[in-house]
Every structure is written in structure tokens, then in C-alpha cells.
């Protein structure tokens, strides 16, 4: 049986994608040696990588102004590397605290600079995305976390602001287009919309670098990664060969407005159902739902198991909530069919 | 032709490993689904990594005292990761400079701690291990890399002294037997004799933690990913797998002891042709020689190309030396079979 993979991440990824990968392991080009066995200084990977950077700047149209990197430590290291690298001691970053990976990032930030809260939805356990605070205007930057993988919630749009962005993009990088000139750091870790587990992209303005004064470990300071093309130590050749098949999928689908029409069909497509079954319910605020993450719950709790299991006889699995909501959660990222989404409304529908 | 894989790292895996890897890429344990899009946290996952941990222990013979990672950001990171977890402000780390590797190591902790350099072979390009020096008794550590992967120089002796050993192990471990009670912290990065490139093995004493008073991020305080059995954020999946494999490989034929004497085997094999063939020496000093890397000179250095030509010619691939050495470099990790080392030797014999 053909099985719907809502998994949260590491999630769903496309079949060819997973098919070529397979093959690499196999024969890497063709040489008769496996991609997990050739050195990342051999051609056939400087190519991968060379070719990954590029997708990348491609896709989300992104100038020479910015450099991008493939680094491991995920999203996790990130939340104080951005601040290590950029924020001085005496300087401000602000942040919005949308639920666990923010408050995460906020925590880390703390040891480098100061750290101002300005807006968090914690008094709804965050099923909204803040509106009307006020932001300082001489904060070094604006921390986000664009889409809330846990929640279910997503900014539609970015803060009214000149403040430059920080933003963590680990659950909806390539799902839209960005207007890429608002960001000073984007860091995503690329198990969930762009790859497998093991390796994080960020894309880093190269002129916000090097102004710290702070005494960095190597490995730990964008510059070092960035005059190597991310190459100063072992790179992680296999998650990053698939990554760049996975860019070349979106590439061949039609780039990122094709990937965000996309989800805004698939989600529109199980948000309607969860809207109109009266067995289920949305907690997440109309207007601030997730294209990537849609959390829904059953108004008889009591039946949620046995929801699951009738997704699990449909096929569709990882669709258990996470433990700081409940109920159910379906991540529809770029790779899940529409069919699938499908198959699990189905499932819905029937469900009494 | 079958290709014979000198590569120094990435480098080369059995080929039932390669097999068992593209198999659970194209469906993991028969549940339709790839290795690359399941949770972290499902129980296939957690599975792997449980078996992974066991295998470490078990392999090397290490209890409970010891604290077994996999981590990411390779050899590199912990360079200032050991320091910045154990070394106080005011106590001093013991360094033995025996090239690169060692040399980074070096300057990477001197941000955490006083930092003394008991040793160097840095007056003969590193072609020795250090003999002869004293090590002072109040040291915190004393660090070694126990095979210098560039140099091709190996310990094959622990240094004589009570101060506890940090080592990196990164391209000769489970290549023989260790006695953990000597050391507080090993590690190593899997892209040499354990896995593929894009996690780090690491082992630690657990009761020298946490005493440094010092304010560090999560994603680099050992403690974190102790508690979180290395799961504390989503860890690099597939590179863990496949090092479970290789363990596993490494057990059914006959574990590390088995290994060191085929290893042995092997080494001698190409040491003995290096020895007696007049137009080719070793620049290392013969008790010194690594059992992993295999550096050789030809005598008239302008006929290294056509060598490199000829050994290709032959399948022998990955054998041009590093460019601080020159030469040639034979990697003959675990994975590599007598029959790779004795096509190497046929070329070094035919050729004229």
C-alpha cells in the first residue's frame, strides 16, 4: 500500500528524489565508486556543491551580496551562531516568540548581546502570530521564526519595519518566493522542506560580518565557511547531494511561486474540511495558519486514537500532534502530493 | 573494472555496507517508506541509534561511565568543544604537535584555557612521533591525534604518563583495541574508518563535565546531548545509519582486534614493497608509520604523474599525496580489502 507521509521532519521527499539518491549510493556518476566514499575535494562533489549554492541563490533569487552555506548543528546551532557572529555585546536583538523554536533561539541568543522579547502570542499557547507591538528602531535585528512546525502557525507577512531580518526558516524554506533584500541571516535546518537530516543551509549578508570584535572558534564563525565555500573541514556530502536533487525537483516544478500555489491548494484543501466537518476543529487564528503545518483536533478527544489508526489503514501516517497540542498535525510540505492530502481528508470525511 | 579506493576520507566502505544503505534509502525496514523521510523520533530511528551506542561500547569495550555522542560539525568542532567543556580558565590542556590536525586542535582550544605544546615534530615536517619530552603531572589533559591522517604517522604507545588522554581518533578508530580507562574524551569524524561523511563520534567520561563554571550554548555542551541521547535536536539520521552498518561489519568479522591484525597484514604488505623497491622510500620514521595512511615518495619525483597514471590504470584510485607531503598516500582503512593493497603493490612493482 502506498503510504502518505505527514511526518513533520525529517518529512517527506520527492520519489525520484529518494530513486537518484539510491543510485549514488550505489555509482556516483557513474565511476564506479559510491557518493558516500568519494572525497569532498573530488570534482563529482565539487560540483554538487558548487551546483547547490547555485540552486539556492536561483531559487530564491538571491544576489552576490550574500553568501550560502551548507553547515551542519541545524536549526539548534543557528540560534546562537546568528547572534555570535552579528550581535555585539552591547547591542539589541529583538525577537518574537512564536512558540518552542523561538523560545529556543531567544535562550541560546542570551549568552551574546541583548535580548528584547517584543511580542510573543504565549498567553494562547501560540496560536496566533503577534500583531501590534512596536518595534525599536536602532535593534541590530528582528529575530523570526517564519513558520511554527509545532503549532501550526506561519507569518504571511513580514513585520512593518526597516529593522533588518533574522529569520529561521527550517519549515518553509523554497515553499514561497522571498523578498530577499529584508534578511540579513535566513538559517534552515533541511530536514523538512529541502532534504534529509544533516546538514543547514544559511544565506548571510556578507557585509554584516566581522564587526563584533569577538573572538570566535573557527568552525563556529561564517567567515571561515564562507572563504571555503564551505569546505573548511568534511562537508556533509550525502545530505547535501540530496539537497541539490531536491532544488532541481523545485527547479523542474516550476520554482517557488509554482511550490507556493501548490500548497496553497493542498492546504486550502484540508483546512475547508477541517472547517466544515463538525467532528474537528483548527485552534490556530484564521489568517495566521501554516501552508506547511496544518494542526487540527478532534472536539471528542477521546477519539483520537482511533483517528489514527483509521489514517494508518489509509496510509497516512505521521499525523500524531506533537505533545504541545494534541490532536492531529499533517505537514503538507513542497514534496506531498495532492493526492495525499487528499487520501487523509478522505479519511476525515468517513471518519464517524 | 572494480575500482580499489585509497581515498583518505571520505573513503572507502564495505560494499555490503554501500548495499544495505541505497536498500533502506528505497524502503526502511519494509515500512514504504525511505530512510531519509522518517522521524527521528520514530521507533525505527531511535532503534538505530540505541544499537549504534551499543555497538561503540561494545566494540571498544567501554562501560557506563563513558557517555557515547553523535554529534555533527566533524573533528573541527570538537577541536574547542573538548577545551570549552572540561578546561577551567586557569588550567592548562597538554598538546603533542604532530601536523594539521594536531596544529588546529591547538589553536582552536588556546580560546579556553592555557594551552602547552609538551611536543613537536614540526622540525622534520612531521615525519615522527614526539619522543623524549616530560609532561607536567597537575596538567588537566594531555591531547594526541592518535594517527595523523596527512603525515601518515600513528601512535602506536600511549604517551607514558597518569594525565588522562583527549584524543582524536577521527581516522584509526576501531581500527584496533584503545584501553578507555585511559581517556576522558575521544572523538572522531565518521568519514574516515566508521561511516560517511556528516556525524562525529563522541566519547566521554561523564563525571569530568559540568565543572568549568562557564556559560555555554546547548548545542555544545556535552551535557545536552547526554541527556537527550544525542537526539536533542534532530540528529544527521542517514550518516548514523550507515556507521551502524560499518559497526556492525566490523563485529561480524570479528571486531577490532580482528581488524588491528588485518591491519597489520595489510601495512606490511605495502611497507615491505616501499622498503625493497629502489625507486620508491618512506619519509617516516619506520616505528611511526600509521597502519591507516600510507605516505611514499618516488626517488625521481617527476615521474609521480605517470605513476598516478599507472595506478589508475590498474583501478587504484586516491592515492596522489597530500600537497604538504607530496607524493603518494594509500589509505588502507578497515574497509579495505588485501587484495586492493597487494593491485597497489603490483603497480609500484611493474612500474619502471
Not at 506561519?154 to 529561521?168: A, C, E, G, K, Y
Not at 529584508?182 to 530536514?191: F, M, P, S, W
Amino acid at each position: 500500500m502506498k503510504k502518505h507521509n505527514f511526518s513533520a521532519g525529517p518529512a517527506i521527499l520527492p520519489r525520484t528524489v529518494i530513486e537518484k539518491s539510491a543510485e549514488a549510493i550505489l555509482d556516483f556518476n557513474g565511476n564506479g565508486l559510491s557518493i558516500l566514499e568519494v572525497s569532498h575535494r573530488s570534482p563529482g562533489f565539487t560540483k554538487v556543491m558548487k551546483e547547490s549554492i547555485a540552486l539556492v541563490k536561483e531559487l530564491l533569487n538571491i544576489g552576490d551580496d550574500y553568501a550560502v552555506l551548507f553547515l551542519t548543528g541545524g536549526a539548534s546551532t543557528q540560534f546562537f551562531m546568528t547572534a555570535l557572529n552579528i550581535l555585539g555585546d552591547d547591542e539589541t536583538g529583538l525577537y518574537i516568540d512564536t512558540g518552542t523554536w523561538s523560545t529556543k533561539a531567544i535562550k541560546e541568543a542570551k549568552l551574546y548581546g541583548n535580548i528584547d522579547v517584543i511580542a510573543s502570542s504565549k498567553d494562547k499557547n501560540f496560536s496566533y502570530i503577534p500583531k501590534g507591538y512596536s518595534i525599536p528602531k536602532d535593534a541590530k535585528y528582528l529575530h523570526i521564526t517564519s513558520n511554527n512546525t509545532i503549532f501550526g502557525t506561519q507569518f504571511h507577512n513580514l513585520p512593518d519595519t526597516d529593522v533588518r531580518i533574522v529569520s529561521d526558516m527550517s519549515s518553509d524554506i523554497f515553499s514561497r518566493p522571498i523578498d530577499i533584500n529584508r534578511y540579513d541571516i535566513i538559517y534552515a535546518g533541511a530536514q523538512k522542506n529541502m532534504g534529509p537530516a544533516g546538514t543547514t543551509l544559511v544565506i548571510v549578508k556578507k557585509d554584516i560580518l566581522g564587526k563584533t570584535n569577538r573572538k570566535i572558534p573557527s568552525m563556529l564563525n561564517y567567515e571561515t565557511h564562507i572563504a571555503k565555500d564551505s569546505s573548511f573541514n568534511t562537508p556533509p556530502v550525502f545530505p547535501i547531494y540530496v539537497s541539490m536533487l531536491t532544488m532541481q525537483w523545485i527547479k523542474e516544478n516550476g520554482g517557488v511561486e509554482a511550490m507556493n500555489k501548490r500548497n496553497i491548494e493542498k492546504a486550502d484543501i484540508i483546512y475547508n474540511e477541517i472547517d466544515s466537518n463538525p467532528m474537528f476543529f483548527s485552534p490556530i487564528a484564521k489568517e495566521d495558519r501554516s501552508l506547511m503545518n496544518v494542526t487540527f483536533l478532534l472536539h471528542d478527544s477521546s477519539k483520537e486514537d482511533a483517528f489514527i489508526a483509521a489514517a494508518a489503514a489509509a496510509g497516512c501516517v505521521g499525523i500524531k500532534g506533537h505533545r504541545s497540542v494534541g490532536g492531529f498535525r499533517a505537514s503538507i510540505y513542497n514534496s506531498m502530493p495532492k493526492e495525499s492530502v487528499q487520501a487523509l481528508v478522505n479519511v476525515m470525511r468517513n471518519f464517524k
